[in-house]
């Protein structure tokens, strides 16, 4: 066990439907990463919060969006949904931001999208 | 091409065989990761190196900055080794962007 929670374990929604996955990290880690694992793309970063700002965006689709709230969990927002948006959701947490520091991630057990 | 580059992508074992799986980049890396992803998906972080050698347990992981490589080896394998295990760099310029492989899918068999 990571430490890192993520709800719901699994959801099944149409397409054009919004759905909200959710990211607890582990306690004392500021940073949450967001990450999107399809079986033709692999595993991509999507977005990173570092105590409640932005802090990096990658391959993250207008349609998507991200905040991280003062208690530090984080929503991933996920809207006009398509087939192709079908895929596992990974939220993972680090103690720090960034820099030349250490930054170990700790994945969470991730959230299986299935949008029919 | 890919940034990271895995291989082999497939590999099965008999158990007790020593394994050797290979991660090359193309960038400027400040660290490499790698990562174990069981069947029912969860994803463990089994080493974070930037230079030199790690070992835990019967896995030991290396890399050569010079060459950009970095190698996986799973000494006396085991059944319960069967995952896809996949290397991921951070970038020099963005250290907090994990770029990934396609991963390697291990099978052992008893």
């Known amino acids: 066990d990571s430490g890192v929670t993520q709800t719901p374990k699994h959801l099944i929604t149409a397409t054009g439907q919004r759905v909200t996955l959710r990211c607890s990290p582990r306690?004392?880690?500021?940073?949450v990463y967001w990450y999107q694992q399809s079986l033709d793309q692999g595993l991509q970063f999507l977005i990173q919060?570092?105590?409640?700002?932005?802090?990096a965006k990658g391959n993250i689709l207008e349609r998507f969006s991200a905040q991280q709230f003062p208690d530090l969990h984080s929503e991933l927002n996920l809207s006009s949904l398509e087939l192709g948006d079908s895929a596992l959701y990974f939220c993972?947490?680090?103690?720090?931001?960034?820099?030349?520091?250490?930054?170990?991630?700790?994945f969470g057990p991730g959230t299986r999208l299935t949008v029919l | 091409k890919n940034e990271v580059e895995q291989s082999p992508q497939n590999l099965t074992a008999q158990e007790g065989e020593f394994i050797t799986i290979n991660c090359s980049y193309s960038?400027?890396?400040?660290?490499l990761h790698w990562l174990q992803q069981h069947p029912g998906g969860g994803i463990v972080s089994l080493f974070m190196?930037?230079?030199g050698k790690k070992k835990h347990g019967r896995l030991i992981a290396t890399i050569n900055i010079q060459e950009k490589h970095s190698s996986l080896h799973i000494t006396a394998s085991h059944p319960r080794d069967s995952a896809v295990y996949i290397c991921?760099?951070?970038?020099?310029?963005?250290?907090?962007?994990?770029?990934f492989g396609t991963g390697t899918r291990l099978q052992v068999f008893p």
């Open positions: 306690s004392g880690d500021l940073s």
């Open positions: 993972a947490s680090s103690v720090g931001g960034g820099g030349a520091s250490y930054n170990e991630q700790f």
């Open positions: 991921a760099v951070r970038t020099l310029y963005n250290t907090d962007k994990l770029i």
């Open positions: 919060y570092y105590n409640g700002e932005e802090r």
């Open positions: 960038v400027g890396i400040s660290a």
């Open positions: 190196l930037s230079s």
